[in-house]
């Protein structure tokens, strides 16, 4: 951590990785595009770990991000900020969008899903098919007691909580003007059966408890962005301005992952590279061999 002062306070860019594997040269990237932004504009730069998911998450990654930090030469301001210190914000919005009539139980498992596939194509969203509201339909009071003793996810009934809050509209600075769209994505999940809050409700309540001015992240994500901004909307949270940077592509074209087995920054670092210098390369658009940057 470090202390800074800075030339526009108002100005607050976050980056969050997800302790569940080790980073790889595009979590190198995407750190870098957020802490570039933050320092170019006199901003701050938040780094908060997104470890909610108890069964994946591991210390051991939580030191290796903060070291490959260091050793990037990216630094932070304040304290890093755990997800996990958070739980009670998330479950109170949760309840609060219940009580809304927004959310709904849904039974449906993984075979479930394949089944419904098998059966027939489902519509395609920006993340693949989309959710057929096969839970949306079921008797409440069948749904409230089965929700008693069956294991469940919460879904969140996209077309009435879009009837509720109307068109809505957000800002890109590299890709412009933006009208919601968050039907595209379907009935998304919120609350994982066994997790305390999905991606969409925890990144959205942090980014608004950080007051992060501007969002930076990569293309990937850029149609979760009509969701959170419909969440936004629905539960009185202030809407950032976004950033949405091109991915590093591997030499087949896909995005670097952890599942895909992307070479690590640990082992970089602990073969004895100059992390420094990376970054220097990165901010100049020089990339190893076989590693591009998408055009999207």
Known sequence: MTSSTHLNPDIV??????????????HAYAAMVAHDFARARGGRFLLRIEDIDGGRSRP???????DDLRWL?????????????RLESYAAA??????????YPCFCTRSDMRQ??????????????????????????????RAVTEPHSWRLDVAKAAAISGPLRWTDERHGEQSS???????????????????????????????????VRGD????????????????DLPTPTYFHHPLLLDENGGKLSKSRGSASLSVLRTAGEDGYRLVQELRAGIFPVGISLSQA
């Open 13 to 26: 860019v976050r980056f969050a990785p997800s302790p569940n594997g080790l980073l790889h040269l595009g």
């Open 60 to 66: 051991e990654f939580v030191r290796a991000i903060l």
């Open 73 to 85: 030469g990216l630094d932070w301001d304040r304290d890093v900020i755990f997800q996990s210190a």
């Open 94 to 103: 949760a309840d609060r969008l219940k009580a809304m009539g927004l959310l």
């Open 116 to 145: 419904l596939q098998e059966d027939g194509p489902q519509p395609e969203g920006p993340d693949g098919p989309i959710y057929a509201g096969t839970c949306r339909h079921l008797d409440p009071e069948l749904a409230r007691k």
């Open 181 to 215: 769209d968050p039907e595209r994505l379907g009935d998304v999940i919120l609350v994982p059966k066994d997790m305390p809050a999905a991606y969409h409700l925890a990144v959205t309540l942090d980014d608004a408890r950080d007051a992060i001015s501007h969002v």
């Open 220 to 235: 990937d994500l850029f149609a979760s962005t009509d969701i959170h901004r419909l969440l936004q909307a629905l539960l």
